[in-house]
């Protein structure tokens, strides 16, 4: 796929596919892409050249049976309303046929304690979790979410990722651009990386960037200094240091690269 803003390539022959089921998050640096690539598939903007095919169906000439499908988590959809959440969502479920219980939906986001409230009342993740009902509510088959937990306090992060994975144990599939990687490790099956329009790579996120069969670094302390080793075998190295100390190794730690690191390593070479 490919798009065009004037000159400026934003898109460049992106090659994407999305398995049914599957949560894949969309990585890349600011102006990488992500968003354009997300509106395109969801049918909001024209793509210059490619093919592209959502549940089947070409999002340039995509009726309204086939948006029904789509669920879309915008940034803040509801929040500055005068109704209140549940009337909001009764509106929103009446748009579609077989909606979820707006109740239900309530619960499963963990808001029902404030069904009554106005949308402007809300916290900022509470709103969220507004968007998301929202966007779910119409009972998608697809679920696009953009930068869904920006905002979000680290316990309500969490809950917000086990409210994902209850979604996908119930088959929605979801494509979500973010910019935190702890996110996209605990939540995605696979993670593509998005620099400059173009794909770098697909992976499942423990695999991105040869993470899974990088060398480990090893750190201790030493003579009151900090040394760190690379190895490939990491056992037999941390049993020679042992065999050095009378006691625990002091500082002990053997690490492998992480999301981030492969991440931005990556980003740095397509720059
Ligand atoms: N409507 C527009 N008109 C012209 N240029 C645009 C338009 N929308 C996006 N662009 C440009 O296209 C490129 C890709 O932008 P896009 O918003 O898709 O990136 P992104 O990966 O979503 O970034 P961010 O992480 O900042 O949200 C950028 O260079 C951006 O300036």
Known sequence: ???????????????????????????????????????????????????????GVDPARGGRRWKAQLGIVLQSGGGDSQLSVRELLQARAACY??????????????????????GRTLSGGQRRRLD??????????????????????????RQFWALLRSLRDLGTTMLLTTHYLDEAEALADRVGVLARGRLAEV?????????GTAPAVVSWTEDGVRRTAETATPTAFVQQLAARFPGEVPGLTVARPTLEDVYLKMIGEHA
């Open 1 to 55: 796929m490919v798009k065009r803003y004037g000159d400026r390539v934003a898109v460049d022959g992106l090659d994407l596919d999305i398995r049914r089921g599957e949560i894949f998050a969309l990585l890349g640096p600011n102006g990488a892409g992500k968003t354009t690539t997300v509106e395109v598939l969801e049918g909001h903007r024209t793509r210059d050249a490619g093919e592209v095919r959502v549940l």
């Open 203 to 211: 992976a499942v996120p423990t695999a991105l960037g040869g993470r």
């Open 132 to 157: 998301v009902a929202l966007g779910i509510v119409g009972r998608p088959r697809l679920l696009f979410l953009d930068e869904p937990t920006t905002g979000f306090d680290p316990e309500a992060r």
């Open 97 to 118: 046929a077989g909606p979820l219980d707006p109740d239900e939906v309530l619960e499963l986001v963990g808001l029902t304690e404030r069904a009554g409230a106005r």
